[in-house]
């Protein structure tokens, strides 16, 4: 039976947590769609996935939806290049095989990352600002937004089902520093001529008011670089190209040189460069140079702004940096807030500056950062231009995703979905639904390989974490009897108990004792030897430690 053509939303990843964003669209049958992803992003690790620096999306429910036999994968459009949009295109393009449309910005820094895994013959197709195109059944149009990196971009799809507009990340920002005001005349125009559903962004739907403007940050830094007469650093999020302008024209205003240090921020720069963004006219004097000019004619530029160990902010505070020193009389700008999670990393990094005796200025000092995400004034306006009949809310949290529900609600949305990554979404035909949940998961790049979210790995490593590793080795011989004393490797375990007890002794002894009190036909069963000594390891642990180990037991027979 012959099913009918319908379009359908599905979100993998950045419906439930703010980061990891891959959205697909799909029109056709249900045996037989063409699907289009706007977005490929990554989130990073956290201590409760130890050793992962990665998390990817999982795109298997479609490819294999794919490779059935009715559908086709049209492409991957980006909409703007920050690292929760395209940090995972190098790493899955591999799996995806498709088709790639950027603007030229957000190219080059994704065939960048392609080089870097050695994807060359990747097709790429470089979108002018603005512009529109087609891909299968999709008419695609670019309408620009402001954010805090350059050429961010809305996508308008128009299909013979109804039309979207797919926001990306934005903000308005009347007076941005770099690149152009949102093209409110488009999205009003799209509005008046009706839009079935917006999918939008939610981050800043809790704030009240607007995010505010860049320029206005310009104007407090030039001031507040200023008013130091030492060495300056500022950090930022090297991705905002418009604040990085804005510091160098803070820096040349004071007569100030300006040093770029950390390999983020040479490379946003490079980029802005090779791409006809940066101004030109913007020198840089390099590491080695600038610390023979005097204190207050240097202004550095450095990475490390959320507190990464290994960034130049970093090196700089626990005074390894080969080039750079700083101290007393000198100045820490953060032009940059703290993202949830990061926080005990920056106040370490920002307690050390202090304790050299440097000045340490945050957002939370002076007016030196804005967001580039829409606060509810922003919000309100966009659901004016746009008017769509159903919203629905993305790059959110639960809570964001369900506040900006019920606001689009009260702005005049007919009907909001707040969806969960895995929530597959008839748009058209009829009133916008979840129709089914499809498998959504997400992939751990650990070192080179990608591992399962929930994957044994990762469990043992938490395991790990909490209560050490124990390795005990029992050398039996025919009889079967103990030929030595058992050998124990421990590895984060305490060296003594509170009463001075040695742990390895009492392990050694306690496996020693409970393998000679096994009956000798029970000594010819590994499986029985191991439970025996594992039961007896934890039993002595639990009353002298309080807590449990993961044990492995080594039988060898001479």
Known sequence: MKTENELVFL?????????????????????????????????????????????????????????????????????????????AVARLWPMLKCPLYATAFTAELVRRKLAEENLIDVPFHIIDMSASFSLGPFDLEFVTLTHSIPEPNGIILRTPLGTVLHTGDWKLDISPTLGPVTDSSKLEALGRDGVMAMVCDSTNVLS????????????????????????????????????????????????????????????????????????????????????????????????????????????????????????????????????PGNEREIFDLQNALVDQGIRVITEKDEHIHVSGHPCR?????????????????????????????????????????????????????????????????????????????GGTSIRERRKLSYGGQITVAVVLDQKPELLAPPEVSLAGLPEEDNDGDDFQTLIEDITEEAVDNLPRRRREDDDEITRVVRRAIRDVLMKRWGKRSSIDVLIIRS
């Open 11 to 87: 979100p993998l990843g950045g419906s439930g947590e703010i980061g990891m964003n891959m959205n697909m669209y799909g029109i056709g049958p249900a045996d037989a769609r063409k699907w289009l992803m706007i977005d490929c992003g990554v989130m990073f690790g956290d201590p409760r996935t130890p050793g992962i620096d990665l998390i990817c999306p999982d795109p298997s429910y479609i490819l294999e939806d794919v490779s059935r036999g009715g559908g086709e994968f049209l492409g991957l459009v980006l909409t703007h290049g920050h690292e929760d949009h395209i940090g």
């Open 377 to 453: 004034d922003e919000l309100a306006k966009m659901y004016e231009w746009v008017k769509p009949e159903t919203a629905i809310p993305v790059h959110g949290e639960a809570r964001h995703l369900e506040e900006h529900a019920i606001f689009a609600r009260e702005l005049g949305a007919q009907h909001s979905i707040a969806p969960r990554n895995g929530h597959l979404i008839r748009l058209a035909p009829g009133r916008a639904q979840v129709i089914d949940e499809v498998p959504s998961g997400r992939l751990l790049l650990d070192g080179k390989v990608f591992v399962a979210e």
């Open 208 to 339: 009240q008011g607007e995010s505010g403007s860049e320029m206005g940050v310009k104007e407090n830094l030039g001031k507040l670089i200023g008013e130091q007469t030492g060495r300056v650093a500022v950090t930022t999020f090297a991705s905002n190209v418009g604040r990085l302008v804005s510091i160098c024209d803070a820096a040349v205003k004071n007569d100030r040189a300006i040093c770029l240090l950390g390999r983020s921020m040479l490379r946003m720069v490079d980029v802005a460069r090779q791409t006809g963004i940066l101004p030109s006219g913007l020198t840089f004097v390099e590491p080695n140079e600038a610390g023979y000019l005097p204190n207050n004619k240097v202004l550095y530029l450095c990475t490390g702004s959320q507190g990464e160990p290994r960034a130049a902010l970093a090196r700089i505070a626990r005074d390894d940096h080969p080039d750079i020193t700083l101290g007393e009389g000198d100045t820490v700008i953060f032009s940059s807030k703290i993202i």
